[in-house]
Nanobody, 129 residues
Framework: QVQLVESGGGSVQAGGSLRLSCAAS?????????IGWFRQAPGKEREAVAS????????NYADSMKGRVSISQDNAKKTVYLQMNSLKPEDTAIYYC?????????????????????WGPGTQVTVSS
């Protein structure tokens, strides 16, 4: 069973930065697949933030935070990171990472929540003004 654990959330003032981590439970749950970051604010639908295809490291970014986030991977640690900068109060949300089943390609499909089978429990990010 795929297990994902997010960490790195917390409270920060506007303009600050946070780095979120998504650790996969094993290599079999990490390699050659889309791993994405999504967020959901109270009363709003879940939306994509960024994704990475771990087979080759290709990345995609949604408009929600484009230009302020960077997604990366550490294969040795089976971990995907989301570096978030210039945070705004409207970035306050629960941030989730998700993993697809193994695939031979990534691309923009990795920004669709429907592409994902496995989800972590989420980590809260709160940005104060």
């Amino acid at each position: 069973q795929v297990q994902l654990v997010e960490s790195g959330g917390g409270s920060v003032q506007a303009g600050g930065s946070l780095r979120l981590s998504c650790a996969a439970s094993s290599q079999n749950t990490y390699s050659r697949r889309c791993i994405g970051w999504f967020r959901q604010a109270p009363g709003k639908e879940r939306e994509a933030v960024a994704s990475i295809y771990t087979g080759e490291g290709s990345t995609n970014y949604a408009d929600s935070m484009k230009g302020r986030v960077s997604i990366s991977q550490d294969n040795a640690k089976k971990t995907v990171y989301l570096q978030m900068n210039s945070l705004k109060p409207e970035d306050t949300a629960i941030y989730y990472c998700a993993a697809d089943t193994p695939s031979s390609y990534g691309g923009t499909r990795c920004l669709s929540a429907g592409a994902y089978t496995y989800w972590g429990p989420g980590t809260q990010v709160t940005v104060s003004s």
